[in-house]
């Protein structure tokens, strides 16, 4: 076998049942290993045995009710969030440090989503789940994995994941500068941070901009922005295949399609716009998840490779603007003075930057662990030119 081969092979999970070995398809967004310890559940597990072994590390593959493991999930999750067994924990030393707090919350976020990944749901080869009460999900799970091949198992967290995913793909996020709704797909951040929307149609454009590049477009709302803006011609790039699929539908339903061409690229286009913007990922920290790219970027490698290759790929007194939340540097991440160095290094200039408070409900949310860097955060527009 190939060593290509043996990366894209399926993995296994492999568990026991009536005295019977069995092994199906294992299938996780996020990454994470088919468990290696399955036991069976059912409607006779209470919450607390199945939080002692979830806790464990043993996966629990259900056969009961579908409701009932909803429930199941809920109550596991109420016991991760007060303390084992219900009791409340114990008080913890408080973090020293914004950016000791970030990697606390990192961890017990991480904690929290192996915990309650231990609850297994089966899956027919055409999605249907062979479980009492289940609900129809083909559509949902066509929309985020394609056409279904062959059973598999799943946590019952990513079903539900991609259940949201597909409410969220119905329904859209109200856009009020497009005066329209943009529609993201599963494994596409939504864009229910508005206040960065709001910067990009605001800013002036350069004078006679015909063409703009747009740098990790994802649902394609800046890309649509632009073209909604008079810009004759935009270039709006992305790694990832489920992000151009949801831009183009998008910029097909806004009747902008004409306007602005979809092209898989790590970051630039070939040539040179009078406008090149990018609102890459705005905190210098690991994803654990495919979605959380579009938060994360470890290294800030996105933001480096932009402002690096940014004086290449603009025309004479062409702007770029980098839309990006000082969240880092509120949680120690990312100091502002490593931002110039690198937009100095870069060959820029900054011309101004336009600042917005966000509006999000977690700004005002005093128990979020978080909640002094998110307070005093703020959304920027850096309007950068070749120095």
Same mark, same amino acid.
């Given at each position: ?93 408080? #973090? ?7 990697? /606390?919350? @990192?961890?017990? %976020?991480? +904690?929290? *989503?192996?915990?309650? =990944?231990?609850?297994?749901? #089966? ?7 062979? /479980?009492? @009460?289940?609900? %129809?999900? +083909?559509? *949902?799970?066509?929309? =985020? ?51 960065y929307v709001e910067l990009v149609a605001k800013a002036p454009i350069p004078h006679a901009t015909r063409l703009a590049f747009d740098i990790g477009t994802g649902t394609g709302v800046l890309a649509a922005v632009l073209a909604q803006r008079g810009v004759t ?80 790929h603009l025309t004479p007194g062409g702007e770029g603007w980098l839309i990006l939340s000082d969240l880092a540097e509120h949680l120690g991440l990312r100091p502002r003075a490593e931002l110039l160095e690198w937009i100095a290094a870069g060959g820029l200039k ?18 979020d662990p978080l909640h002094a860097a998110r307070a005093a955060e703020v959304t920027s527009l850096w309007r950068l030119a070749a120095a």
């Amino acid at each position: 076998m190939s060593a290509v081969a043996a990366v894209t092979a399926p993995q296994l999970i492999h568990w026991t049942e009536n005295d019977i070995q069995h092994s199906a398809r294992w299938r996780s967004e996020s990454g994470m290993p088919a468990p290696k310890r399955v036991a069976i559940a059912d409607d006779r597990m209470n919450a607390d045995t199945a939080f002692r072994l979830a806790s464990e590390g043993t996966a629990l593959l259900w056969r009961g009710d579908f409701q009932n493991a909803r429930q199941l999930l809920q109550a596991l999750a109420r016991r991760i969030d007060q303390g084992k067994q219900g009791k409340k924990a114990k008080p913890t030393k408080a #973090p020293a440090t914004p950016t000791e707090a970030f990697h /606390l919350h @990192r961890q017990a %976020q991480s +904690q929290r *989503a192996r915990t309650l =990944a231990m609850l297994l749901i #089966p899956f027919d080869a055409d999605y249907t789940i062979p /479980l009492r @009460r289940a609900p %129809q999900v +083909q559509l *949902a799970c066509n929309e =985020a994995y394609g056409r279904g091949e062959e059973p598999f198992i799943a946590t019952l967290r990513e079903l539900l994941g991609v259940i949201g995913a597909h409410e969220w793909r119905r329904t859209g996020v109200e856009i009020p500068v497009l005066d329209a709704r943009i529609h993201p797909h599963y494994g596409v951040f939504s864009p229910v941070r508005g206040e960065y929307v709001e910067l990009v149609a605001k800013a002036p454009i350069p004078h006679a901009t015909r063409l703009a590049f747009d740098i990790g477009t994802g649902t394609g709302v800046l890309a649509a922005v632009l073209a909604q803006r008079g810009v004759t011609r935009v270039i709006a790039t992305d790694q990832d295949q489920r992000a151009l699929s949801c831009a183009r539908e998008n910029l097909a339903r806004l009747d902008v399609k004409g306007q602005v061409e979809l092209l898989e690229a790590d970051l630039f286009p070939d040539g040179r716009a009078a406008l090149v913007v990018c609102n890459p990922p705005w905190v210098p920290a690991r994803p654990s998840s495919p979605i959380e790219y579009a938060v994360y970027d470890p290294d800030s490698r996105m933001l480096r490779g932009f402002l690096g290759g940014l004086a290449a790929h603009l025309t004479p007194g062409g702007e770029g603007w980098l839309i990006l939340s000082d969240l880092a540097e509120h949680l120690g991440l990312r100091p502002r003075a490593e931002l110039l160095e690198w937009i100095a290094a870069g060959g820029l200039k900054v011309l101004e930057r336009q600042d917005i408070k966000p509006t999000h409900p977690r700004a005002a949310d005093a128990a979020d662990p978080l909640h002094a860097a998110r307070a005093a955060e703020v959304t920027s527009l850096w309007r950068l030119a070749a120095a």
